[in-house]
């Protein structure tokens, strides 16, 4: 005949758990064990992962450090600033509002019909990535005019070339978001572009670096928006003369496609 001692050990009760009482000696000694692999499986998911996860650029954005740039007002194709260097070579800084919205309503009052090349001190906050300057424009009086004009543009011209990449706004990809590219971007995108940011398409060269070019319609014209629509953050064949102005690369397109 079994013992209390016996029955006491079969009773099922035994190992119920309940909150206030300490934790049945099963259930603590699957835990040990258990908690330990599954921390171990978490961070072991987590490096895998992250080896997938893409590139998101050194781009930067200081919203916390206002500056003041001076140089000339370009309006076309898009708004920004000529810089001129200490060894004589030139700079385009591209300008663009808060949120997702470009600044040729801004610049509109200023920019003057009759060719006469102006200078101005914009201030703003920088966003910067791979060389490639833009001034995101402060609240209230960010453009005032009066400053230093650098020399002439500078021009080379590299002919008719095909670019295969994706179109991304430039606003973000320079440095707003990380990643500022891809299916994810893609409606981010489209707002910003639609709301005037400048459309870039950026494309990754045999070394594996990446390329970067404005790009704008045949005639040196913004595209409308529509012709660029059903191509943003999607892969994308660009064809037309490319030049290179102060540095910056600008394409301008005769061809949109799909690449085959």
């Known amino acids: ?41 978490l961070v072991g998911v987590s490096l895998v992962m992250s080896g997938f996860q893409r590139d998101p650029g050194d781009g930067s954005w200081d919203t916390g450090h206002e500056v003041t740039i001076s140089g000339e007002l370009v309006a076309a194709p898009f708004p920004m600033l000529r810089l001129g260097g200490s ?7 591209l300008l663009v509002e808060m949120g997702k919205h470009g600044a040729d309503a801004r610049l509109a009052a200023i920019v003057r019909g009759d060719g006469e090349r102006v200078g101005v001190q914009a201030r703003g906050f920088v966003i910067e990535r791979d060389g490639q300057r833009m001034l995101e424009l402060s609240e209230g009086e960010a453009i ?13 011209r590299l002919g008719m070339m095909v670019l295969d990449g994706e179109i991304v706004d430039s606003k973000c990809w320079l440095g707003v978001m990380k990643p500022g590219d891809g299916k994810a971007h893609r409606d981010c995108a489209t707002l910003c572009i639609r709301g ?11 070394d594996g670096s990446l390329r970067r070019a404005l790009v704008v319609g045949h005639d040196g014209r913004p595209l409308p928006f529509e012709a660029l629509a ?17 540095g910056l690369a600008i394409i301008r397109a005769t061809e949109i496609g799909g690449i085959p």
Not at 11 to 26: K, Q, S
């Open 87 to 93: 060894t004589g070579s030139t700079e385009r800084v």
């Open 196 to 206: 005037g940011i400048p459309p870039s398409i950026v494309c990754r060269a045999e």
């Open 1 to 41: 005949m079994s013992s209390d001692a016996d029955r006491a050990a079969d009773d099922p009760r035994r190992d119920f758990f309940v909150g206030y009482l300490p934790l049945p000696a099963r259930d603590a000694g699957f835990l040990r064990w258990f908690l330990p692999l599954l921390a171990a499986s």
């Open 230 to 246: 059903p191509w943003i953050a999607r892969p994308v064949r660009l064809r037309g003369e490319v030049d290179v102005v102060d």
């Open 144 to 156: 005032t005019v009066g400053g230093a004009v650098p020399p002439a543009a500078e021009t080379t």
